[in-house]
Each structure stands twice: as C-alpha cells, then as structure tokens.
C-alpha cells in the first residue's frame, strides 16, 4: 500500500508549537501508522525569523508571511496556535476558504467569534478541530460532542483554569490570604507577570462558552458568560468553607434552567462539599464535571495547560482531520441547532453562604432571618462565629433565584444591626453544609 | 433539506437494550438534529416473544429471530446488546458481511476473539464500535483512539469493576472482611448471585485487555491478561495499607516494558496512595488513569455499568457510525501495527507489601533482609506491627521484577524463623509508603 504524505503549516511557534514540531517528528511513523498518511512539516510561520531555533530543523521551514504559509498549495492541515482574535482569525479563515482542515488551540477566538469560524468551516466544507482550546490534553470536546451525543447534559461543572486552581489549593492549604498565594504562584511559573486573564476569570468564561456550546447545541459565546474571579476570596472564607467541610473552587458551570428552555452559564468562586469529585482537584489541575441524563455523573480530569498536554490535544487532532482527509469526509459541524436563550445571572438558581458582621444583641437573627423571607430565600443553616465585636452570623440558604439574593444581600447592608456583609459565596454541589 | 430515515436493530433487550429503545424514543428529535437522519426501530431480537414488554411498544417489532433481523435488507445499523461469545459473534459477523454498522457493548467477545470481529469489520468495510464494552459511560475508548493518537501511552491504571470496588470500599469503610462486604453488595444489588465474573477478576481482565490493545496499537485478548481476583483480600490487609496511607482497589494496569519492547497486562488489587487520583474513586463507580509522555497525568471518572450508563455510550456509538454513513465513510480500523509481544506476568516490575508472621526473636530482621537482598529485592521500609506471638514483619520493597519477589517469598516460607507468609499485595503509584 502506497502511503499518502499530508503537510502540516504551523501558525506560531512558542511553548506550545514547538512541542507539536517536536511530536510530529519524534512520533512519525507512529502517527503515519495510525493515520496512514506521512504527515510532514510544511512550514512554520514566526513572527522575527531570526530568532534562534531549534538546530535540527531546516531554516527554510521558518516564514514570516503567516497568510501565504496557510494558503500554500502544498500544505493540508493548518494548525494554528498564535492565540488571540487577529491575526489568528484571518489566517483560519483564509486557510478554510483554499480547502485546508484547521486544528487550533484557540479559546479566544472560538469564545467570542465562533460563528464566523464555525460558518467558514461550514461554507467552505472544511475540518474545524479544537481540542486543545479548552482543558489541554484533557479529552473534552470530543467526549461531548460525539461520546455524549446521545444522551442529554444536564450541567457542566469544571475547574478550568489551572493558575486560580494552583492559587486556592495554597490559600486552603496553608491559610495564605489571595495576595501571598499569587505571589507563589508567580515565582513557580503557574501564574503570568500579569495575572488577570486568570485571576478575573476571563479564561474560564472563554472556555466555559465553549463548553457550554457544545454541551448544550446552543450559540454561547464569552460574552454570554456571567464572571466573577478571585480576587476577592478571603482567607477567611476558604476557612469558613473548610469549617462546614467544602472547598472554594473557581468554577465554570453551564446549566439548563429547570424547565429546559433556556442555558445559564456563569464563572465564579464556590463552595463545593470536600466529598464532590472536583474537590480532590488539586494545584495546577483541571477537571470538568458532567451531569447527564443517562449517563450519570462523569469527571474527565488532567493538565490543563502547559505545552506538552496541549500539544498532545493538537496531535490528536492532526490524526483526526488526517484521517478524515484520507477517507474524504470531514468531522461533525458545530451543532447549534437547539437555539436556546442564555439567561441573565438573575436567574440562576443555587445555594448562598453570606457571612454578616453583625452586633452581638437579642434580636439580630431575627431581623436578619425576616429580610431572607421577605425575598423567598430559604434558610437552610445558621450558626454564629466567633462573640461579642467578632461575632459573625454565617448563613447557607436552601435554593434561590440569584436576583433574590442579591435582593436581600441589598436589604441586609440596610439594617441597622448589620455592620457589613463580610463575604457572599455560591455553594454547588448538592449535600454540602448538610451536618 | 430531506432528512434521510436509518433503521436500526438491536439484538437482545435486556437492562441496557430496554434503555437504548427508551432513548432512541425520547431523544429522537435530538438525535436527528445531531447525525442529519432520523433513527428508526427497525426490530428488536428477543430469546422469547412472549415476554410482557412495555405497552408502548409495537409487539411486531419483536423477533426471535435473531439473524434474519441482523441482516434484513432495510436495516443499516446493528446494535448488539446480548452479551457473551455465542451467538452475539455469529450474528455480528452476518450483520458485518451484510454492509451493516455494528455497535456492540460485547467485551467478552472483543477481548476473547477481537481479531475474528475486526478482521470481518475491515474485509466487509463495516463500521464497529464498542464504546459501552468498558467503562460504561465513561468515555474511554474514544479518547483512547482518538484523542490520544498522537501520544505515547505509557501505562493504564484502571477501576472498570464497580462490584469490587464497591466491596473494597465498603471493607475500607467498616472493616469488614471480604464475606460481609460481599453480602452488603448481593444485598443491595451491586453483585450478581454468581459474582465469580467479578470478584475473581475475569470482568476486569477482559476490559484490561481492550484498554491495552487501544493503547497501545497491539493485539491483546483476555488470554494474556494475568489475573488475581479479591477473595483473599483480608480485613488485614486493608487495615494495614491504611496505616500506610493507601487504600486497596482492583487494579486492570497496562503497561510498557521500561525498554517499549513488551507490554503488560494484569488484573489484582493493589494498594495506592490515598493521595492518588484513583483512590477517591468510591463505591461502584469505575475510572481510568491514563499515563502518557505528552498528555501528561489523565483520569476519566463515572458510572461504569447499569442500564442507562451503557445505553448513553451505545447512542454516542450510534450518532457515530450514523454521521459516517451518512458520509459514506467509516471510522478508524482496529490499530495493532505496533505488534509488541505481551511479556508474562514474571517481567512486570512493580512495589510489593509483605506481611509475614515472624516468631518474635533478635536475628530475625537480619534473615529476613537477607533473602530479599539475594534475591536483588531492594527493601524500601520494614516494620513491626503488634509485639511477641502476634507480632508481625511488614516489608515494603523498592521497585522489583515480580518473578524476584516470588522467589524471594518462596524461600521465605522455608525459612525457620518465619510461621506464615500473611499476605502480599502489589503497591502502584509514585509515593506510597513513604514517610
């Protein structure tokens, strides 16, 4: 059997696109074996192409014109891993129209331009893979768009960001406060120079809409996502949260409304009972949690970044859209077809822990406690820490409606015998605070 | 757009076929958005037509002829849900040469006779695939195959028995011997009345040889599989791995030989670090820690069995197999080209525990040490638990090839100063035993 040869162009090459030359060197004639086809490197486009390279790869490899690299005539697949919107955009896009398979790692894009690469994958009937977009070499989009395709998600829960789960691991695990915790992230590498697409969450709301998406068959797009990062997480709610037998994670969640017609998606700390599988997710890790219809509850757990794990995911897809190259066909298109409406935070239906500081006098937990009913947010638990001028009435209610909360979180801060509302966190995952 | 009809057969309708007529029902509107056709029953084989069924069913969809229906004319895809070798082979096989899509949750026949079934698969150009045979909903195969296509698989640590693990939980829980702990998961339904397929291993082995020959691209049956079950895990035992911070679980590991050579595959309990991923993996549920050179440290966590688990795993097969028709194309072949010889279970090298009853005098250590030492079994750490007649010698050893340690054990029991060899219990994971 004669074997075909199919050429890859690389779009950028640092962390993680030096791993994929790398891979696609030391791993072909596995990857020939398992694709049937050589897949060879056709080129690599760099931004200064007088930086020093690897030694064993061709200078002619190395271009600086991107966009006549992604349109050669040569080359087959496109793997794009610059990151960022433009230029990535336009080079995937100039890619597909000339007939080449995309595998990108790029979250931003998808997150907040995906119908107009989805519609260009669509209208030029190329191969549009992501893996790598969202929980490194974790399999994720795979399993949900083609593993779970017959079944019905109800929730995506996922710890997807790795610098704010490095961050809270050390903040419960030595009492650190957010700041000392950052700067050990910092000086070990699990944090950039500047932290806030981490810490603020923009990351884990990029991939939450891409999850979500696919989870969902549903348009989402990161502007959807309600986010909230971790800036404001205290030492002293990471302990009340150990107290009551949770952990504090920064979370992705994607959800059906209860009566099913319409999505939430949103990124925040929460509080999830140390028995939930998500809790055992430690430092650098990440973890995405489904809860299917049939299926039951599923955790798909790895490294959620760093080049190696990700280059991983990007060769996975190279042998995908390969194979499907060599039989003709292309994967699945994106799958919006549901249609359904992303509800406002409002809507969101979970539990609340609120720490109040409040005057140590009869009466206060019953001023307090009126104002939760007035709003229909039902309490499930109280209890008082600390006494006299420390004292703090802690509160985890039953299920509410989020603008109810905030409602009476509002009415709170108006009552005489509260001093301030100390912190307010999400509680997820079903039996934390039960005694 | 006209959206094309494909019928589908299933053979056999038990726990898992009666959920797969369920969702093929309820989802159907789904499923024809996801794979652009609508899915139709098109037959369902039963060993006995007269069997009460649910009322909403048309009773002429019901055939006790199995093969007739496998091969009917109209039919494109044939899901198989009898279990077992004969006569799920034969009818399999007919529905292959008929041009028929087979899925199957089959993984008797995949690990006893694969190559006879993917044989036919790539001469009748039929799609075959099995995801339901392991790990129920747990998306593992898929992963495997494709996500993973462009690593390098090291090792596979697997829970895929949720009967076992749900005894050895419930030992590690209460203390209890494996008899109780046994009659707990008859009681509750968690072990079949015969549980021989589970608690001797012979479920896990066939599931341990089809994780192998996925990972790594090499033919691997049951046959191969070294297999020791968990009867004679004792109370003992697990009290003592808890003292040394682990906990016992039935491990399925697939493993490369240190040179890549050989791989091995074996099915025993094993302690682990309770700090390992698998070790929170309580109850029934099942998990698989993947080890690869890129991806790094990957665990996929869920229901491993039940009715609605698998059926969830059969309809992600059928969306499969219907896009590729739709496209007129397959997915990938059975992949054995790395051809590697399955090494006996002597060459594994792992960490041992070995409890020996030792009479209660100076000079025994020193004998003891002495033949681990001539047998090249390097010895890790060594304790005494309990003092004169009950005292006991617990040797945790370095990494050392399993026909060392056996023989190391045999001349054990023949020396003077040792009463009984109480148990020993391989030790996986990095960490274990350490201080």
Redesign the interface.
């Known amino acids: 059997m004669s074997v075909r040869t199919l050429r890859v162009a690389l779009l950028g090459c640092g962390v993680v696109g030096t ?1 994929v030359v790398r ?1 696609l060197r030391q ?1 072909a004639d ?2 020939a ?3 049937g086809a050589r897949l060879e490197l056709a080129g690599i486009a760099v931004r200064r192409a007088d930086r020093k390279r690897d030694d064993d790869l061709d200078p002619a490899l190395f271009s600086t014109d991107a966009l006549g690299l992604a349109t050669r005539e040569d080359v087959d697949i496109v793997v794009e891993v610059i990151g960022g919107i433009e230029p990535a955009r336009s080079l995937v896009l100039a890619a597909m129209e000339k007939g080449k398979a995309v595998v990108t790692a790029n979250k931003a894009l998808l997150a907040n331009d995906g119908a107009t690469v989805h519609g260009a994958a669509r209208r030029y009937g190329a191969d549009l893979y992501y ?1 790598a977009s969202v929980g ?4 994720l989009l ?2 949900l768009r ?7 998600v109800r929730r995506v829960l996922g710890i997807v960001n790795g610098t704010t789960n490095y961050i809270l691991t050390r903040m419960e695990e030595t009492g650190a406060g957010f700041a000392d915790a950052l700067d050990e992230a910092l000086a070990l590498g699990y944090a950039e120079a500047d932290p806030t697409a981490d810490v603020d969450g923009f990351d884990a709301a990029a991939k939450a809409a891409i999850l979500a998406q696919l989870a969902f ?1 549903t348009r989402v797009t990161a502007a959807d996502v309600h986010r909230e990062g971790i800036t404001d997480v205290t030492a002293a709610s990471v302990a009340s949260a150990r107290a009551m037998g949770c952990s504090v994670k920064l979370l992705a969640i994607c959800e059906r409304s209860d009566d099913g017609r319409s999505v939430g998606v949103r990124v925040h700390p929460a509080m999830i009972p140390r028995t939930h ?1 998500l809790a ?1 997710v430690r430092e650098a890790y990440n973890a995405v949690f489904v809860e ?12 959620g970044a ?1 080049g ?2 990700t ?10 859209v390969s ?2 190259r060599l ?4 994967g ?1 298109d994106e ?1 919006t ?2 249609d359904l409406p992303v509800h406002p935070m409002g809507n969101a239906v979970t539990r609340y822990h609120v720490s109040l500081d409040v005057a140590d006098k009869p009466g206060v937990l019953a001023r307090v406690a009126e104002v939760f009913a007035r709003h229909d947010v039902s309490i499930q638990q109280v209890w008082q820490d600390g006494r006299g001028d420390d004292a703090q009435l802690v509160i985890v209610t039953h299920r509410a409606r989020d603008s109810a909360l905030q409602a009476t979180v509002l009415n709170l801060r108006a009552l005489d015998v509260v001093r301030a509302v100390a912190s307010i966190m999400r509680v997820e995952g079903e039996e934390a605070g039960r005694p």
């Open positions: 791993e891979l791993q596995d990857l074996a398992r694709t893996e490194g070499a974790i399999p795979r399993p083609e593993s779970l395709a017959g079944d019905h068959h599988p055992s299917a219809e049939s299926a039951g509850r599923l955790m798909l757990y790895g490294a760093g190696a794990p280059a991983s995911a990007v060769l996975g897809d190279i042998v995908a194979r499907n039989a003709g066909t292309r699945p799958s077809y549901a």
